[in-house]
């Protein structure tokens, strides 16, 4: 394995993270005009905005996070956390438990070969 799969994994995942962050305000309105009524059914809502929001911002820091060769367990959870994200996150997620768990992979982590000037 070589770099250039590290290198497009983490554009991949920045790539889907500014992608949710992006289409954040849009999902919020469509999000309005159907949440459920009742009691729960708008902290449900907001709660539900709230994960996303996260996982759109550690998949960004994840990115980063593998461009530096650091935090693998980080990065395989972000890419677990992406996979019911239908069907771009369930592509990547899975090219993320494929890649970060070949024993090249944990041989670039443990040496730290970077791929960005730090």
């Known amino acids: 394995m070589n770099d250039a799969q ?19 305000p849009l999902i ?13 059914g708008g902290t449900l809502t907001l709660l539900g905005f709230l994960l996303l929001l996260v996982l759109a911002v550690a998949l960004m820091a994840s990115s980063r996070a593998i461009d530096m060769r650091r935090w693998r367990v980080f990065s395989l959870i ?10 771009a996150g369930t592509a990547i997620g899975i090219y993320t438990l494929i890649i970060l768990m070949r024993h090249e992979a944990i041989a670039s982590y443990a040496q730290r070969r970077h791929y960005w000037p730090s």
């Open 6 to 24: 590290l290198q497009k994994l983490s554009l991949l995942h920045f790539a889907l993270g500014a992608l949710m962050f992006a289409a954040f």
């Open 78 to 87: 972000c890419g677990i956390l992406a996979l019911p994200l239908l069907p």
């Open 28 to 40: 919020f309105l469509l999000a309005l005009y159907v949440s459920p009524d009742g009691n729960w």
